[in-house]
């Protein structure tokens, strides 16, 4: 008998301990909750207005700035949470950096990026929507993230390039200039009229609308070749004309030459059969 009732009165005792352990914190646990929810959605909202606002002024810094502000602030709700469960926040932040420090030192290519995107931002070799070449890709920059720039290219590829080799490589920015020079090489034949091929070229150049007076055009002869007197034809256009005006010359080229008499010729051998006894 005694040990029952002392059993009952165990029982009672951790029923009383447990009960009082719910009271005290399950209100606790229950405001961290919603706390969490409440603040992951004004986040979320602040981080779609900031990023609408961003968006319309500066594409550039619109991504990386959001993503970065956006990590800051659920690090900071998390804290927030923790210390309001009963967790002890220098505790808990001493946790954090050990874990920021392990992870840093695992994560070392993904903090190079990081600094990478830094330096893009500071410096700007380029921007969203200009057109770059770089680690083997030409395209349009789409975004510039925290760690990674995306790079769509003209035959409809999407390149996700590290923001560390970008900022640490050489990298050609196509667009960032107004007007470019479009430099195109012409053959003739060693027997036609340089002066009349040269005429010709100024003619298309004159009678085409995207062709740009200033800077002049240079028409030269460039060098002479094994099988052809090679014309050097630079034109200056703007830079949305430059592959259009290319191709489109090479077109009406071919066909004034053709019409106008002027040969353009292809590579040629003499071979010489000798007879031997």
Known sequence: MDDLLGTNINASELWDQALSLIMTYAPKFVLAIVTLVVGLWLINRFIAVLDKKLGAKDPTLNKFLCGLVSAI????????????????????????????????????????????GVLILIFKPFKVGDTIEAQGFLGAVAEIQILYTVVNT??????????????????????IYEKRRCDMTFGIGYNDDIDKAKAILQRLFDEDERSLKDPEPRICVGSLGDNSVNLMFRAWVATDDLWPYYWDMHEKVKKAFDAEGITIPFPQRDVHLYKTE
Not at 74 to 82: D, E, G, H, T
């Open 73 to 116: 602030f659920k690090v900071m709700l998390l804290i927030s949470v923790a210390s309001m469960i009963g967790i002890a926040t220098t505790s808990f932040i001493a946790v954090i950096g050990a874990a920021g420090l392990a992870i840093g030192l695992a994560l070392q290519g993904s903090l190079a990026n990081f600094a990478g």
């Open 154 to 175: 003209f035959d409809n590829r999407r390149i996700v390039i590290p923001n560390g080799s970008l900022s640490n490589a050489t990298l050609v920015n196509v667009s």
